[in-house]
């Protein structure tokens, strides 16, 4: 009996032992699992967002390692919140490496749509959009880009201008020789004077102008060689560098250029003569709406709008009934040109117009007459089935900065076609009112010409002292 009990003893002992073993060795793996782990604490990313690798990232900046700081800022979860000094570097990355667009999504984390925009940050952003497509594979961009800087006139772009001098393009060539004639770079330009030698006619004549409005005395003996030799529209444009250059002799061979058997010298002569102003030329420029050519008579049309005399009211007038659309347009948009109230009537009568690109020259030229309920007509052409017409239909409302007309200009910006788009973002970067919300949007548009037309209408905006205030 008692060995019996010794021996249930032992069996229950024997399973205690093993029960305990059993329970020690399950612990043992338990821990050797947690203690494996790594440290993690809650809420703190696992890779290192903070000053160690905005100090890393800034020192591959400032090496010049452009790409390694958008490699760190990419290596970042994307839930990760990164820190502003690091999106910053990853901007200004963006941009060293030409690469606007994706800078663009760098700037709309740094500036939320809900607060005011940042100027420091948007021009360059804008410039680089520009100077990033100067050799762009597809002409129609190159031009577009060095039309927008034309217009803008900017020297810190001397180099890019300078540049396109040697690109393979006639338009892109003249279209950097008069954006460094406006940068006031033509004074110091050793490859603009090179220019004068250029293939193209266009690109000498940019060239000429440039150079003389900078007062560049010593290309007068070329000059002179060119007005005496040549018998085309580069003779005329000589001769008109020489007057500004001091030569006011030249004046009478420019007046009677306007009078040649070669139509395109007479719209060279005629769109110079209405540049310069000089009151002898009125006459002139009056005869011309009755030249037997339609380009001549448009150009005199235009010619007497840029001249911008009261004397010119007459002709116009006359011009206003011409045979040819694009006669009558120019007439309509110079006639609002004079800032004439008493023209009033007249272009209201073109609003009827069977041309719709004439009625749309009517419009403008009523807005530029202060008249705003012309908005009303310009919106009806925006809703033309011809995007040509809706593309003149913005156009025209960059004469104003109604309330109104900009509403028009936001529907234009989404239209299928790019003409009216590329059109609309031009007209808003004349606009008055504080459109810069409109046209960041611009800088997101599908086509790369009106990207950069946008990117122009911002720096249009930046540089007026109204802008930073206004900016959202």
Sequence with gaps: MVNNRRSDFFKISSRCTVTAYLQTLLLFTVWTIVVSLPLVDAGTPT???????????????????YNQVLKLWQSLPPETASSKPLVHLAFQSSLKLG???EALTFYQRLVPTDRPDDPALLRPLALGFLTSHVRDQQEYVRVEAYTTLAELGLAETQAVLEDGLFDGSVLVRTRAADAIGKAGLAGKSGPLRRALNDAMPAVRIAAMNALSEANVTDIMPYLIEVARTDDGPESVF?????????????????????????????????????????????????????????????????????????????PLTHALGDENARVRAVAATSLGRLGIRENHPLLRALTRDASMQVRASAVEGLLRLGDVSAVALAADLAKHPDPSIRAAAAHTLSATSDKQAVTILETLLQDQQPQPRLAAVKALGKSGAPVTALLKKGLQDTDVAIRLAAAGSLLQHLRRPTSASKAR
């Design 47 to 65: 890779t290192p967002t903070g000053p160690a690798l905005e100090r890393e990232a800034r020192d591959a900046f400032n090496h010049a390692e």
């Design 238 to 314: 000589a001769s008109a560098a020489l007057y500004r250059l001091g030569k006011q002799d030249m004046l009478i061979d420019i007046t009677g250029a306007a009078t040649l058997p070669d139509p395109d010298v007479r719209m060279a002569a005629l769109g110079i003569l209405g540049r310069l102003k000089r009151a002898s030329s009125l006459s002139v420029l009056s005869q011309a709406v009755y030249d037997p050519e339609p380009s001549v008579r448009a150009f005199a049309a235009g010619a007497l709008g840029d001249f911008g005399h009261t004397g010119g009211v007459g």
């Design 99 to 101: 690469r606007p667009e």
